[in-house]
């Protein structure tokens, strides 16, 4: 792509695997500068290490090792990379997830502590962590994108995923209504609604019924790669500062 995002400094969580990585990928060729956000160490160093195999005139990209779901630690750590990179961030994906699909009456209720503790509440702790540089370059006149990955599931029906579903609702409302909060400021807030993609966001499911039911909703909705919502994200944050792509439905074709 284009070096359309020249000068921009972005941070994505969930960036060690599937659309975070992808999106840190899409960001770093279009010229940004990126700083990546995960648990696992190895997995952001893997990213980052592919980053600078492909565009090896990026500055390397700086990992934040950390939970989303632990705010202060997490405002901590973002303001030591801040420090680090010199440079306050513009464009900024609270990507981070889990799903546990299980039936609620039988769920290990620490999933849906897991579920909510990152989906929410982590997505919460990213925009605390960074508001404040995003509202300044939008002060500025400069673009500020906050891009929340939520999911097609919070508009669906799915036996076994109530939590999950409820925490992609929570995670769509909350962007739409902190665009009322933002938007006058010049932060460009979008809700990403993704349908199948090719991620590990259901490896780590427990229950074996769910994990079966998904396998089967994979072969009737093949999923498209994390590089299709990684060019969604990269060509929203590239248009001109005054216009917002609010809200993007971003959908593998065969999924009705
Ligand atoms: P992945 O599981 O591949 O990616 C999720 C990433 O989030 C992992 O790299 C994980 O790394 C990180 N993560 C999880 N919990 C935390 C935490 N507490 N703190 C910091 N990082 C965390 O799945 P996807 O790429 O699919 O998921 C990205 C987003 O996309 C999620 O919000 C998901 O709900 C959403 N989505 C995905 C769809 C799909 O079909 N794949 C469809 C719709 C929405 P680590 O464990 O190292 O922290």
């Given at each position: 792509p284009p070096q359309t995002l020249t000068?921009?400094?972005a941070l994505v969580t969930g960036a060690g695997s599937g659309i975070g990585a992808a999106t840190a990928l899409a960001l770093a060729e279009a010229g940004a500068r990126v700083a990546l956000v995960g648990r696992r160490r190895d997995r952001l160093v893997d990213v980052a290490e592919q980053i600078a195999h492909t565009v090896p005139a990026a500055p390397?990209?700086?990992?934040?090792?950390?939970?989303?779901?632990?705010?202060?630690?997490l405002i901590e750590a973002v303001r030591h990379a801040r420090t680090e990179m010199g440079v306050p961030f513009d464009l900024v994906c609270a990507n981070a997830g889990s799903m546990l699909a299980a039936p609620i009456d039988s769920a290990d209720?620490?999933?849906?502590d897991t579920m909510i503790s990152t989906n929410v509440a982590g997505v919460l702790a990213t925009v605390r962590a960074t508001v404040d540089d995003l509202t300044e370059a939008g002060a500025a006149g400069r673009a500020a994108d906050l891009v929340v990955t939520s999911s097609i599931g919070a508009h669906l029906v799915l036996r076994g995923y109530a939590v999950y579903t409820a925490t992609k609702a929570a995670v769509t409302h909350l962007?739409?209504?902190?665009?009322?909060?933002?938007g006058p400021r010049g932060v460009r807030v979008r809700v990403v609604?993704?349908?199948m993609t090719e991620s590990e966001l259901g490896d780590h499911m427990s229950d074996p019924d769910a994990r079966e039911w998904l396998a089967r909703f994979a072969i009737e909705n093949p999923p498209m790669p994390a590089s299709?919502?990684?060019?969604?994200?990269?060509?929203?944050?590239?248009?001109?500062?005054?216009?917002?792509v609010a809200s993007m439905v971003v959908l593998p074709t065969g999924q009705g």
């Open positions: 000068g921009r400094v390397p990209a700086t990992l934040i090792v950390g939970d989303v779901a632990d705010i202060r630690g209720t620490a999933e849906w962007g739409t209504n902190l665009r009322a909060e933002l609604e993704p349908g299709a919502i990684a060019e969604s994200i990269r060509w929203s944050a590239a248009l001109p500062v005054g216009v917002n």
